[in-house]
């Protein structure tokens, strides 16, 4: 008779071999992923999952809710760029996000009130732009399985001393396949043996032309360490963001990404979002994922507590009923019935949920910056 192993039937369900392994464990059979089943007991096992798994909950609830409203041309105003940063471990990534927070913190801050909060903003000329500073990425990771975009500028580092390494073919790729726009930081530039065309001239191989040689793609070389080429990778983060023309209307409910959330003692479940369309006000209804409430708080990332965050603001928000995870959409409700509805449908469907998000989590953890 034909057989199935574990690693093919997870395959076809999409789903992790750990969980049928667990399946079968519970009901008293050890097993790996090359364990063979028969197609009888593969079956077995694929009902018996659809039933917990799918048939329960119209599985359609969340997508549907989740789907887009595109906003009308006319109420769609100019907003910040939201940039992350990515590049081969070692290449500076922690450095450059830090040297650029630097540059942004002003005396009165840097007396210790600024935080974390999973992304932070800077000012050039009197224009933003938003650095997600996200440990692990999750936040992008988990936005591109729901395809909504958290960035709109991919800052691709590069050490000069060390040029294009694996990881940053796979930043490319991810990048590329994101659709975000990609500008390169050479970094490293003060050390003696930099060499900024050679990465120029590797960088040609993955169609990524510094403009300098013909090209499109902006090369900015930097030094995370002494603060060379900083100023200039901002500006040209500004440049690119004109050009890109980023909108997005301000005067809707809110809509945006929880960047890290986490259970803090004193004040309950505390969550990192960005705001990407709408305004949030304290006092709105939210639902993040199988959590919903009310904004109690807002604080942004300089420590200031605001009454009101915009697009392309990351904020950190107090009043939640739970921890959401990373990378979860939030919305904001007209009501809280409507919102804690919203969570519990999602709560209901959760597990399918994790079997895709499982599915997806990819060995991304050394490209994005921690
Ligand atoms: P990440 O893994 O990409 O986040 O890289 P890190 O920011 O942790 O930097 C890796 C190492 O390179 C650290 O020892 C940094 O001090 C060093 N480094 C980062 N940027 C520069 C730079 O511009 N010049 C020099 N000389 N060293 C740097
Ligand atoms: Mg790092």
Known sequence: PEKVSIKELAEKMKMQPSVIIK?????????????ELTYEEAENIAIEYDIICEKEVPVDVIEELLKEDEDAAETLKKRPPVVCVMGHVDHGK??????????SVTDREAGGIT????????????????????????????????????????????????????????????A????????????KIDKPNANIDKVKQEMTEYGLISTDWGGTTEFVPVSAKSGEGIEDLLETIILTADILELKAN??????GLVLEARLDKGRGPVANVLVQKGTLHVGDFISAGASSGKVRAMVDDK????????????????????VPNAGEVFLGH????????????YLQQHKKDLIEETKAKMSLDDLYSK
Not at 23 to 35: D, P
Not at 152 to 174: C, F, K, S
């Open 23 to 35: 399946k079968l464990f519970m009901a008293g059979q050890v097993s790996t992923v090359n364990t």
């Open 94 to 103: 922690t450095s450059l996000l830090d040297a650029i927070r630097k540059t």
């Open 334 to 345: 007209e009501t809280d019935k409507e919102a804690k509805q919203y969570a519990n449908t």
């Open 303 to 322: 420590g200031n507590k605001l009454k009101e965050a915009r697009p392309s603001q990351p904020v950190e928000i107090l009043g939640l009923s739970d």
């Open 176 to 187: 590329k396949a994101a659709e975000v726009e990609i500008i390169v930081a050479v970094n």
């Open 250 to 255: 301000p005067d809707r409910m809110a809509r």
């Open 115 to 174: 935080q974390r909060i999973g992304a932070y903003t800077v000012s050039v000329n009197d224009q933003k732009i938003t650095f997600l500073d996200t440990p692990g990425h999750e936040a992008f990771t988990a936005m591109r399985m729901r395809g909504a975009n958290s960035t709109d500028i991919a800052v691709l580092v590069v050490a000069a001393d060390d040029g294009v390494m694996p990881q940053t073919v796979e930043a490319i790729n991810h």
